[in-house]
């Protein structure tokens, strides 16, 4: 699917590389490189990751910048990574099942789509979304018990929790051995129903955004270069460069378009991780209900509680979206069987 598109009145033509679809790629090198590339994404994005999960579990809201400097107060720099280790064995296989996922999709209902006459932009737009859509539902078998682990050891010795685990954990799997021991292998997929009601929607919205922000930016270039040319018949040939901005320019948007849309199913998601539930016995056994946790959040600052730490996820999820799509265009290129002859003009 081509990835850029100008105002069809200005009748600018702007030639970018097309975009490498799954049979394109060297599996085996796009899987290494990958792991490698996004390993490094998520080391630089975790605290932020990390803040957001503290603020959604704490009984009132507070200043982000306050709990990360009161954080490093006490813990030194190393608390900001509190469970990096477990997430990120989780990462590796959760982010390989979800390229996976996302490729293949993207490749047979775009396919599928322009054969039933859909428009190029169209095919690009419904191509993204269900892709973004079975990966996110594909890689929550992975990451569901992830995060139940990896948050549980970000919240841990956090002031002001609701109903906290009363657990202590040496490390991730101290944690994984204890949850599976007071509530079984179901407690390693507490929340997992509503981890696909948040992950599975803001992935479709993400990827869709993010295919109909690229159109919109690139139509707004070819008219801002038409326009102080006075020539509408010149091509344009944009550098890698401005590629990579345009593309990180429309990831932000559509992550931060995803994370305000997605925020209080985020929430409640954190919550049920995290938090057990007041009627609880004391082996910790049961794990709050939607609705209790729902409940609790109203009770403590009404409904714009569902919006507590939508800042860092705001601010995560942009510099995530922005880091991640072009770490991941860069990973098809230096993946891709041929390097040559990847070109298209809108």
């Not at 390229?99 to 775009?110: D, H, I, P, Q, R």
Request: some cysteine.
């Amino acid at each position: 699917m081509n990835l850029g598109a100008a105002e069809e009145e200005s009748a600018q033509e702007i030639h970018i590389p097309a975009d490498i679809n799954w049979e394109m790629l060297d599996k085996s090198k796009f899987f290494v490189l990958g792991a490698a590339l996004f390993s490094g994404v998520s080391g630089a994005l975790y605290p932020a990751v990390l803040m957001k999960t503290r603020q959604q579990v704490c009984h009132s809201q507070g200043s982000c910048i306050r709990t990360a400097f009161t954080l490093v107060r006490h813990e030194g720099l190393r608390g900001l990574y509190r469970g990096f280790g477990t997430s990120l064995m989780g990462t590796i296989p959760a982010r390989a099942l979800y390229m996976t996922a996302l490729e293949v999709t993207k490749s047979n209902v775009g396919s599928a789509a322009v054969s039933l006459g859909f428009t190029e932009a169209k095919a690009s737009a419904v191509a993204n979304a269900v892709g973004g859509l079975s990966a996110a539902m594909a890689a929550q078998l992975v990451w569901t018990p992830v995060d139940v682990v990896s948050q549980r050891l970000m919240v841990q010795g956090s002031a002001g929790l609701v109903n906290a685990s009363r657990c202590n954990y040496v490390n991730g799997f101290d944690a994984f051995r204890k949850i599976v021991r007071a509530d079984g292998p179901k407690g390693l997929y507490r929340g997992f129903g509503i981890s696909i009601l948040t992950y599975a929607p803001s992935n479709a919205v993400w990827w869709a955004s993010y295919s109909v922000a690229q159109r919109m930016v690139w139509g707004g270039i070819g008219c801002y270069v038409c326009k102080e040319s006075g020539n509408n018949s010149t091509a344009i040939k944009p550098d890698s460069k401005t590629i990579m901005a345009v593309q990180g320019v429309s990831a932000a948007i559509a992550g931060s378009v995803s994370a305000l849309i997605t925020m209080p199913l985020d929430t409640i998601k954190t919550r049920l991780q995290v938090l057990d539930g007041e009627d609880s016995s004391n082996n910790g056994k049961r794990g709050p209900s939607i609705g209790q946790t729902v409940r609790n959040l109203v009770r403590e600052g009404g409904w714009t509680a569902c919006y507590r730490g939508l800042g860092p996820r705001c601010a995560s999820m942009s510099m995530s979206a922005t880091t991640m799509i072009t770490t991941y265009e860069f990973l098809k290129r230096l993946s891709a069987k041929n390097h040559d002859g990847f070109c298209s003009k809108s």
